[in-house]
């Protein structure tokens, strides 16, 4: 039922979707049509759907490490934008110099940018006993204004049409194309290396087993002689250099750039996808193909339906409300009975 729950989700939501088309005034299966189907009927379809699980797949592996050890990290977003931003300050030192060394040094700048602004609600709760999961999500509105601050005022592009944005980085930092017309770039590959490297690490590695343990058994890791601290530090650190390095694929890849419309929502989207995935490296891949359809779909409703943009987030909260709903039954199950009993 562990994995039968998130298929069983998954249904539910395409059904309920299809209601939904039904109650805003289109016909389910041009909803469905429109929203599942389309976005991938072609190559560039094909192509757009792994740029968009690109950074889903970087974010949410890194989150499964946390989330196995029970450390609550649900500031990626905030962790996405410090990479992005570090990225971006390597890429505009380098200019348009033909840097063999612009891309190698841009994943670092990324993951240390990420694992920096991870590093604060971790070092409050070692030091402070403070909770995680609202430091690191405050963060998230911290970084935001940073990131506008710098794409307003001292990174603003004097070329640029008076538009929030940097100038457009030189070719040597910008990652290259897998497939000739199409978006989808290099970073795909670096985040199934990723992927590769996380399955490695949570079930080959004794560290890994040791945050499994103290996620799942606290007493018995404390038992054991685990470090609570070190596990605290690993997942949230881990969390933040791979929300960085998600980051920097984003400005280095698609965009170019770093603009204001940097934050796309994939920190938050990416915590969906770890638990869609049972914080699993195969299927945190499975998970983010199908959280990156979500993204495309709603943007076909939008153009072709005429509705709000936010109805991929209405997807992405009906998945998680019914992965929920469907957990509920892999520990408890239903009892009918004929009457009431007495107290």
Known sequence: MRWLSPLLA?????LSGAMLFAVLGNKPWQGIHVFFIQPISDIYGLSELLLKATPLMLIS??????????????????????????????????????AFWSLPVMVLAGAVGGA???AIPAWLRTRFGTNEILVSLMLVYVAQLLASWLIYGPWKDPDGYNFPQTRNFGDSALLPVLIEGTRVHAGFI???FVLLAGYVFLQ???????????GQAPDAARYAGFSGKQAIWVGLLAGGALAGVAGMTEVAGPMGQLTAQISAGYGFAAIIVAFVGRLHPVGILASSLI?????????????????PSSISKVFQGMLLFFLLASDLFIAYRLCWQSGLRRA
């Not at 998954?10 to 395409?14: D, G, H, P």
């Not at 080959?204 to 103290?214: A, H, I, P």
């Not at 359809?293 to 005429?306: I, K, P, S, V």
């Open 10 to 14: 998954v249904a539910l939501t395409v």
């Open 61 to 98: 592996m890194g989150l499964a490490i946390g989330f196995r050890a029970g450390v609550w990290n649900i500031g990626a977003e905030g962790q996405f934008i410090l990479g992005a931003v570090f990225a971006t300050g390597i890429a505009l030192m380098a200019g348009d110099t033909s």
């Open 116 to 118: 920096l602004w991870a």
């Open 190 to 192: 670096l985040a199934l």
């Open 204 to 214: 080959l590695s004794m560290q890994g087993f040791r945050m499994q343990v103290g």
């Open 291 to 307: 959280m990156a359809l979500f993204f495309l779909g709603g943007e076909q409703a939008q153009q072709q339906l005429n509705l």
